[in-house]
Each structure stands twice: as C-alpha cells, then as structure tokens.
C-alpha cells in the first residue's frame, strides 16, 4: 500500500543540520515514549489506537446510527479541541455541500463562539426538524459550551419533553467528575469518556471526535486503523527513517534559522478545517514562553490571488508545508470548446486535477526561487483510513516537536488569562478583586 | 450618527511616535489625492463613490431584481478581489446560514479553485434548479475562473439551450478588451464593467461586488452611501482628525518596532470572510520587496480555544485589530436553571452579547499584558452602511500605509511568477524554454 511520505528537499536544508539532530531527536523520542518529559501526563494519545475502549467504539457506532435514524439535525456542542478534529474530518472526507445534500442527519456546530445572533439563526434554521445533539466538554462549565447547551437544553425539552430529550442528547466528558458528568448523569443522557491523559487538541480519536465523524456516516474503523498503522511506523527512532520526526527536525532548523511563520497549504478546499484543526496542535503545544513558530494557513489556488504576493515576495520569515493529496475523490475533464476565446483549448481533454497538480508544481518553484522553503505532505489520497494516519503523524511530529524546541508541548497555561479575565468582568462570584483593577482600566 | 472609531489607547503608542509621522502622513497624503506616487493608475476607488455610472448602478439593481425572481441558483465566477469583497458582504449581512433559509436564490462560488471535486460537487447540488451566473474577471483568461465557467457554460447551454442560457449569464469585465468582453459580446450576455484604474482588491464598490451583493437581497445604494461618506471623511489631511490615517500611522509605528504579524480578530463568526478580504488588500498591498506585515486573522472567541494560547504567550512579534460591532444583529438572554449544575445563574438575565462583550474586554487586557498591542476599530454596528463606510476605511488606510512603507500599494508582480511556472507546465504554447527548465526542478 502506498504511504504518506514527507519530502523536505525543496526545505533548503543541509544534509548536516539533519545530523546534528539525530540525538536531539532519539532524546525527544525517549522522552516522549518512556514519559520521562513535560507534560508526561497528558501522552495517553501515543498508544489509545490500540489502548481505546472497544465496547465504547460500539456504542459509539450504535449511537451514530440511531442519531441518523431519527435525526434531521446533529449539533455538535464543544470549541477547541472539542469540534476542530471532527470538522476537520467532516469536511475533508464528505460532500463539499454536505448539508445540503447530505442522506444523514445535517450537521451544525454551536457552543463554538458566544455569538446570540448565530444561535438563534442556527434555532431558526432548525425549527420544525428532529434533532440530537452531542455537548463535548471535559469539565462542563466551559462558558461557550455551556452557554449554548444550557439555551440548547430548555429548547430539546421545550420541543420533546424531558423524556425524550434525554434520548436526543449524548454528552462526551469525564469519566466520573465535572458539571457535565454529575448533569448527565442525573438526566440520564447517554456518556462517552473524555480520558484523563488525552488533551483537547490531542482527542480526536477518543468518542469527542469519533461520535460526530460516525454520525456524518464515515467509516471510524477505517479512521482508528490508519491511526494504528501510523502509530507503529512512527515509532521508529531512527530519524533517517522516520519521515513524522523529520518533520518535527526540519520544522525546527527552519524555525531557528528564522523562519517563524510556517503556512499550511493545501489545493482542496475541503481541507480547510484540517489547516484549522493543526493551527491548534501547533500554537497551542509551541507557542509558549516567548517562543514557537506561528501557525498560518491558506487554500490554493484560491488563497494565491489574496495571500499569493506576500508569499512570493513579501517579508522572508516564512516557509510553507504543502499537503499534496496525489488522488483526487472527483473530477472533471477540460473539453474543447470550438471559439476558444479563453484560450484554454491547449488544456483539452486534461482534467482539472491534472491542472491543479500543475498550479502545485509551479508555485512550489517559484515560492522557493522567492526563499520560500517548501516542505511537502504528500497523501495518496484522502480517505478515512489516511486521514486518521496524518492527524496521528501530525500529533506524533507536534509531541517530538514541541520537545525539541524546549516547551512542553501539552499544557496550554495561556489560555486561562483571558478566561480569568472574563469572568471577573462578567461578576462571577471569587473575582471580585480583579474586578475591581480591570474596570479601571477599560 | 455614531461613527466608525478606532482607538489606539491599547496599541502602546507613544504620542510623539504620532506626531513624528504627521508630515510623512501629509506627504502621503498628498501622493494619493494629487496622484503623484506609484501605482497612480490604479486611484479609481478614491472618487468611485461619486463618479461610478448611475446608470449601470440601475442596470445592477434591475438584473439583481430579475435574477431573484427566475433563479433558485447563483453562482459567482470569481477569484481573489474578484469574489472575496462579495462574499464578506454577503455573509457579513445574510443569515448565518443564508443558503439554507434564503428567500432568495442560493448563491455559490466558483472558479475560486482548480478542485474538479469541488465543482463536480456543485453540479450535484445544483441538480434541477433554475441558474443565474456570474462571471467576473478582467482578462477572461485567470485559469480558475475560465475553467469553471468554460464547464459551467456548456452547463447552462446543454439545460437550457444557448438562447436562454444567454439570458442566465451576467459578465462582470473589462469595457472594451479582453476574452470576456469579446465572448460576453458575441453570445449577447448582459455586462457590467471594471474599471481600469480599480485593481481587483479594491473593486468591492465596482459592478464586480455590486452585483452579486444586490443579488443576496442587500442594499447596495446604503452600502454606497457608507463608501461616499467615509470617501469625505477621510479626506481630512490632518493626522490627528483623521482615524483611517490613525491606523496607517499606528501600525506602520508597530511594524517598524518589530511587529510584523497583524491578526485581525472578531467576535462574530459572520465577520469570517471580511477578514479574508482584508488579507488581500494589506498582503498583496504590502507584501511585497522583502517588507509588509504579515496579514493573519482569528474568530474570537472560537479561536482562543486554538490560537489563544499563542497570542497569550508564544513570541511577540505580532499585534492585534479588534473588529468591535457595538450592537448585535440579534441576541438571546440567558435564563435560569434550577440545578445550576453549569455555575453560570449568575449570568442570568444577561444577554450573550453581554457575554461576549466581557470575553472581547478580558481578552484584550490579557493580551494586552501580554504584550501584544492591540488596536480597536469600533464599528456602531453591522448593516450595509457601515460595512460600506468600514471598507473604504480600510482601503484608504491601505494606500497610505502602503506609501508610509515605501512600497506601491496598487501593483502585484509577485503573483505572476506561480502563473508563468504554471502555464509551462501545463504545456501553453509560448512556455517551451521555461517548461524545459523546469521539469528538471521537479
């Protein structure tokens, strides 16, 4: 079978700086298998491809069909790390217009932002449909989420009652604490586990991204078993063998050359949401203690007529990773049109891929004849079975990553200041003293 | 009327920094409005909101009319300044989920991309409705949009026959030269014209924005009226009267210090694709000779569960522009629960956008103290209008930073570099030499 392969020779990198790294590399690799690193807490992601709960994975499956027996509407209630892997995966591997033409129940997401005017679009837009819903939240009282769910909630047991609601909500949290747990449990919904060890952006593989991706009808078998593969073939410590760390090698030199912006690329525009989803993974486990590269991403060809000019010859700080999908899922063959005023009959009988393709080619050499360094994620196709293998290729390289920069890769203290913030200038009882301080200075 | 503000007091802004930049400011100035600096054959969007042709406004207004009463479709043929102003308009002021509640015609994009997946997708949801297109592009012969429409013509002849499919498409081009006009001729397609000295990142008020907006049920002559009163507004040559000026000063002064990433951040999803928009018109403005700050963008508070962590705490070399609506389209309160098992009664009575309001005040103090600058636009709220009044700023903004920089805002020759890589792969007549040296890169 035909593998994901990493190809760093458009990186600009010396055959030595890969040397120098190989220690560098086995020391992460150790760190990271044997947990004696940072962050040594949250690894329960390296191993849950073989280690997941199997009679969980059934029901998960046997919840998703009943979900799209009797639903019309799915909502997917979570931020973060709680809907990025799913969207990712709904959106990379369904119809470009799923909702529209979907044969399962459409699918929204809410509890992702604190907007009154989305959600009562998304009531509106709703209305008169059977729907279920499934809040994702490892403690429950994460304000956006638990905004959305508490409207959300009242609306179910408005619509069905409280009996049937109950039947309609599935709830995705901790095993035994947290408000959403005592919640579901004292209504009866029915639960799937978040683990202790797996943070946010680290779970797609756990029921938060599983029980959404099955009730857009994907295949999570296939999804789990690329993760298992991936999970064996990482693993090997060699860096000269193991293309995920020599992503994580070159992300490195790259960055401490000065390269301090990588952009995710891709030539689908159904892999938005994956550039999404790795923004995540890598702001958030590097992007600490003054230092990690920034995150940036942009859809070509689309994104060359706005971000294209920049890139070919604005500031030199960047370097770009290209997800190349070798397969396309569709396609459409160029016909030859008889007045030829676009010019375009050279092109008959090519596809669109084939064009696309070309785009690719010609913008890898002219960026990196522009100092561009261009790294390239090639992906035989996208399916369910190499979806899973990249996101765990991704994650793997994040880990080993994060390590060789000297953060630790799985904490996100950061992300609190804003949260304290809010709540003291929202008066929620405890931060009464902040309070005070920050109003004077708005 | 309140007015668009923008407010610098969290940008860490020295005032003499402001003062020194007064006469660089003035001089720029003056580049613009006598036409004096580089790019001076593209300042038709200066007085486009009083010189554009009236009649062709009614013409805009009159087809818009016809295309909501006989089409179930719409679909925008548009790449880069060619669609992106269009659709920040439209999703910034329809429904969040305008293509599945409109009562109006369904409105899709494309030509926007080389996916056949994509366009095969759109083939399929398109199945059995009644279609209008638009096709907008200067020359007729960008790859993206000629292909599209090349596969969506034969589309619309094989449906409807060539004389109704003509009736069905609406060109958006050059007055007299080009592939589209000489095709739009031939056919019998009604058009509408960019103008010469309008380059694609500034065309929002021109036919090519115009159109489509008028289509998605928006009013174009209030859009307009914003553009023709932020035109006199920011006319004021005095740096300290002027607002948009403000902005060109201040985040010149940040990028000089060091600050070479802008994230331009918003709390309402809707506000997704103004973003997008306005990464256009900055990186392909000043991106450019090794210079121009790097143009990114978040949906807060969505992403501060992705990108936060960074902008808290990873390096500092960015700032951030809050787009703040003031008022909100719509809103819910939030009510009590009995069991409280979420913590958040004492949020009761309060409105999401209350909420949300405290998240965009607590966020900016932390990321303040972060040291991250950041610089408030105040916008009173979000309809045609202001959104009209709030483009222009930004356009002005741009030229004057631009020339602050020392760059020609108005000109792109980095994009061309992918195009003629591109077109010796794909075999164009005309590439041969360049082809040769290429496929041995490969």
Redesign the interface.
Same mark, same amino acid.
């Given at each position: 079978m035909e593998n994901i392969k990493f190809d760093y020779s458009k990186g600009a990198i010396k055959q030595h700086e890969i040397q120098y790294l190989k220690s560098p590399i086995l020391k992460a690799h150790e760190m990271l298998h044997n947990k004696t690193g940072a962050g040594n807490d949250f690894l329960g992601w390296v191993d849950y491809p073989i280690c997941y709960d199997k009679d969980e994975f059934e029901r998960i499956k046997k919840a998703a069909q009943k979900i799209r027996n009797d639903s019309d509407v799915f909502i997917i209630v979570g931020?973060?790390?709680s809907y990025?892997g799913a969207r990712a995966a709904i959106e990379a591997l369904s119809?470009?217009?799923y909702?529209?033409?979907a044969d399962g129940p459409?699918i929204y997401f809410a509890g992702?932002?604190?907007?009154?005017?989305?959600?009562?679009?998304?009531l509106?837009?709703i209305e008169g449909k059977d729907v279920s819903i499934n809040v994702i939240s490892k403690s429950?009282?994460t304000?956006?989420p638990?905004?959305a769910?508490?409207?959300l909630k009242?609306y179910m047991e408005e619509k069905y009652g409280k009996e049937e609601a109950k039947k309609r909500i599935y709830a995705t949290t901790d095993s035994k604490k947290g408000?959403?747990r005592?919640?579901a449990e004292?209504e009866g919904y029915e639960t799937f586990v978040i683990p202790d060890d797996v943070g946010?952006?680290f779970s797609i593989f756990t029921p938060v991204g599983m029980l959404p991706i099955a009730v857009a009808g994907l295949d999570i078998e296939q999804m789990m078993n690329g993760a298992k593969d991936a999970r064996v073939e990482y693993m090997e410590e060699d860096l000269e063998k193991n293309m995920c760390y020599q992503y994580a090698a070159v992300r490195n030199i790259l960055y401490r050359r000065g390269k301090?912006?990588e952009v995710m690329v891709n030539?689908? #525009?159904?892999l938005h949401y994956i550039a999404?989803w790795w923004?995540?993974l890598y702001?958030?486990s590097?992007?600490?203690?003054?230092?990690?590269i920034?995150?940036?991403a942009v859809?070509?060809?689309?994104d060359?007529?706005?971000?294209?000019?920049?890139?070919?010859?604005?500031?030199?700080?960047?370097f770009e990773t290209v997800l190349n999908i070798e397969s396309?899922?569709?396609?459409?063959t160029?016909?030859e &049109?008889e007045?030829n005023?676009?010019?375009?009959n050279?092109?008959k009988g090519?596809?669109? &891929?084939?064009?696309?393709k070309?785009?690719f080619?010609?913008?890898l050499?002219?960026?990196v004849?522009?100092s561009v360094p261009n790294l390239i994620l090639n992906v035989p196709k996208m399916n369910e079975y190499y979806f899973g293998k990249l996101i765990y290729f991704f994650e793997k390289a994040c880990g080993i990553s994060g390590y060789l920069l000297g953060v630790n890769p799985f904490d996100? #203290?950061?992300?609190e200041?804003?949260?304290?913030?809010?709540?003291?200038?929202?008066?929620? #009882?405890g931060y009464e003293e902040l309070r005070e301080k920050?109003i004077k200075?708005?």
């Open positions: 931020i973060g790390g990025l119809h470009s217009f909702n529209e033409i459409k992702n932002n604190i907007s009154g005017t989305y959600l009562k679009h998304l509106e837009v429950g009282t304000t956006e638990a905004i769910f508490r409207v009242a408000a959403l005592t919640l004292k946010g952006r301090t912006i030539y689908e #525009p159904s999404e923004k995540q702001g958030e590097e992007g600490k203690d003054g230092k990690g920034f995150p940036a859809d070509f060809s689309t060359l007529h706005s971000m294209g000019q920049y890139l070919q010859d604005g500031r030199r700080d960047l396309p899922k569709l396609d459409i160029i016909k &049109d007045d005023l676009d010019g375009l050279y092109l090519k596809t669109m &891929d084939f064009v696309n070309k785009a080619e010609g913008t050499l002219a960026h004849d522009g996100q #203290p950061g992300v200041s804003y949260k304290k913030n809010m709540f003291a200038l929202l008066g929620k #009882p920050l200075r708005i």
